[in-house]
């Protein structure tokens, strides 16, 4: 494949209706989603590229029934515990993205530990978004430049957002055929290439990623150029 995305982000949807589909409660979707999440990384790391960033728990998903929302916590718990020192091991940096002031303090540690095992790890950095909402992040990435007393200038926002450590994305894939952002990533989507997937998240396979990294390959960026001046740059720089 010539072009590989260095960022992908992906939108984690369909868990609830993976789980409907076999009379199982919702967050057996979601327990299958974290297994989805694992394969996911792995896939990603051999087909090359850097950066993962996943939504798992949006900001507007504490509307969700409490029982749902306690067992999605309680899953992150769970997936803090048993993942990052296999990630770790995989020389993987992991991030937890969002507003942490909905969290236990037990959590909250946890979020830090999986942060400070993994900061020193190059192969491969995982971004996994839990209460986070793109509106959100530009607010607080706004208050932030206001308490530093500095202009909010689009290039101080950037670097105030809560993935200034990473590039934006350049692929984002939503799977569960939606065709929505769902607040997602706003301000680094500016010029990511989107795919959408019918694949519900926990049946995304080898195959559906494939498919959206082949897709990916195909397009031409143009960030506002002609495409006779993106293929004048490309022939100058062979
Ligand atoms: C995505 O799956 C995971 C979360 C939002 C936590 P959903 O739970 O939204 O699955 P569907 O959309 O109901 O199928
Ligand atoms: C978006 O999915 C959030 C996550 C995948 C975590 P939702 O299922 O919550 O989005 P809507 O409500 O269908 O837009
Ligand atoms: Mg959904």
């Known amino acids: 494949m010539s072009q590989i995305p260095l960022h992908v982000a992906i939108v984690m949807d369909g868990n609830g209706r993976w789980a409907k589909q076999r009379y199982l409660p919702r967050i057996a979707g979601h327990k299958k989603g974290v297994d989805a999440l694992r394969h996911c990384v792995k896939l990603c790391v051999d087909r090359g590229v850097r950066v993962l960033t996943v939504f798992a728990f949006s900001s507007e998903n504490w509307s969700r ?19 990052v020192p296999k990630l770790h091991r995989d020389n993987i940096r992991v991030h ?36 986070y909402g793109g509106r959100w992040d530009m607010a607080q990435a706004a208050q932030r430049l206001v308490a530093q007393g500095l202009p909010i200038t ?46 519900l998240w926990p049946d995304f396979a080898a195959a559906d990623l494939d498919a959206a990294l082949t897709d990916f390959a195909q397009r031409q960026r143009r960030f506002g150029q002609t495409s006779e001046q993106v293929q004048n740059a490309s022939s100058a720089s062979r």
């Open 96 to 131: 937890l993205v969002g507003d942490r002031t909905a969290f236990s303090d037990s959590l909250q540690r946890g979020f830090e530990e999986a942060e400070a095992l993994t900061a020193g790890n190059t192969s491969f950095t995982l971004n996994v978004c839990f209460n």
């Open 65 to 83: 029934p409490a029982d749902e929302v306690s067992g999605l916590l309680e899953l992150l718990g769970m997936a803090l515990q048993r993942e």
């Open 154 to 199: 689009e290039t101080n926002l950037q670097g105030a957002m809560s993935l200034a450590h990473v590039p934006d994305p350049d692929l984002i894939i939503r799977t569960g055929g939606e065709t929505r952002l769902s607040n997602f990533v706003l301000w680094q989507a500016a010029y990511a290439e989107l795919f959408f997937s019918d694949a």
